[in-house]
Structure formats: C-alpha cells, structure tokens
C-alpha cells in the first residue's frame, strides 16, 4: 500500500493568514492526489484533484501544487469558514490511501 | 445533481454480518466510467478506503478486508450494497458511500454511524 504523510497534524492560525499542508507519498504517484475538507459531523468535500485541479465551486484561495511525492495545499488568506480538518488521498493504485489528516484551527 | 444516501443498521452485534445500501441519483453505474466507493471514519480518527465498483462490475477491495467484504451492485435500483462479515467493535465507524470521478469522490453521502457492541 502506499502510505500518505501529513505534516503538521495540527496547526493554529488567525484569519487572513497564509497556511500550507504538506502530503508525502511513500513512492512516487505522478499527480494524482486529492485533497478534501471535512467539517465536524460532515462527509468531507474534495477541494483539489489530480494535484492542481481546483473542483468546482471551491474559492480560489485554495491552490494545489507537487508532483512525485511530495504535494503541499495552500489557503492563501484564511477565512473563518476554512477551519476544518484536511485530508491528502492518493489515486494512484489500488488501494486508495488517505492521510492521517491535518486539523486547521484558530489561534 | 450527485446525490448519495447510505442506508443500514446503526447497531451491529460482534461476530455478526454487515449490510450497508448507499441509494444514489443523478449517474447510472451502468454507463461507461461510472463507480461508487465505500469509506469509513472510525471516531476522531482518518478516513479508510474500503472497496470499489465500476460500472463493468470492476472491483476493488483493502486487501486488509478483502476477505470480509463485498460489493455489489444493482443498476436496476441505482443502488450499491457493501456486506462486511465477522464485525468487531474496532469496526465501528461512520461508514460513507461516495461517487469516483477521476479517482476521487467528488459527492459524498451524508455518512452512517455504525457501532459494534454487543
């Protein structure tokens, strides 16, 4: 299987700040990767696909970008809407494999 | 519009046999690319891809579970079926149905708590 890595499990910050995830592939799987948000309670909502692809309806404050093994997903400015637990999924092979998540909270 | 529901029993029994029904609308699995998938999230924890199923009957399982589980669909009703057999409680989890497009689940189901416990 191929295993995701998120990095920082969690992190703080304020609105209108700038924040990135980082996603490690543990070999390399081109670009397809997807990132979601998922709110407490709620099915989680794919934001990015295929490394860059901006889904639609999702504001463009969230930007994709990596190829290989590493992908980062960036907020460029932080609304209070955006706090929420991320999470990388790779699609390369079977079988599709999540990150452990990363929680986006307020400082 | 994608629309998914996953439909089941909330308490399962360990040792007992697990029967989930995601209903969908608005794709037919019996058009060319179509697939559901099968996810689940135990409590607090990360999401799991569990199983797979295309629209030519293509399937694909977590080889962890392959012996447990199996997917199944029925174009007729626009409905999947996952059983997972042998349930224990570090199975509970909410389990969600979700549309594959490009490799990723673009429409989720609203998710369905199941707890094992006897």
């Known amino acids: 299987d191929i295993q995701m890595t998120q990095s920082p499990s969690s992190v703080s910050a304020s609105v209108g700040d700038r924040v990135t995830i980082t996603c490690r592939a543990s070999?390399?799987?081109?670009?397809?990767l997807g990132w979601y948000q998922q709110k407490p309670g709620k099915a989680p909502k794919l934001l990015i696909y295929?490394?860059?692809g901006l889904q639609s309806g999702v504001p463009s404050r969230f930007s994709g970008s990596g190829s290989g093994t590493d992908f980062t997903l960036t907020i460029s400015s932080l609304q209070p809407e955006d706090f929420a637990t991320y999470y990388c999924q790779q699609a390369n092979s079977y079988p599709y494999t999540f990150g452990q998540g990363t929680k986006l909270e307020i400082k | 519009q994608i629309t998914l529901k996953e439909s089941g029993p909330t308490l399962v029994k360990p040792t007992q046999t697990l029967t989930l029904t995601c209903t969908f609308s608005g794709f037919s699995l019996s058009t060319s690319g179509g697939a559901v998938g099968w996810i689940r999230q135990p409590p607090g924890k990360a999401l799991d891809w569990l199983a797979l199923i295309y629209w030519d009957d293509e399937i694909h399982y977590r080889p962890s579970l392959r012996s447990r589980l199996t997917i199944a669909k029925d174009t007729s009703k626009n409905q999947v079926v996952l059983t997972m057999t042998n349930m224990d409680p570090v199975d509970t989890a909410t389990y969600y149905c979700?549309?594959?497009?490009?490799?990723?689940?673009?429409?989720w189901g609203q998710g369905t708590l199941v707890t094992v416990s006897s």
């Open positions: 070999q390399g799987i081109s670009g397809t």
């Open positions: 295929a490394g860059t």
């Open positions: 979700a549309h594959r497009w490009r490799g990723f689940f673009d429409y």
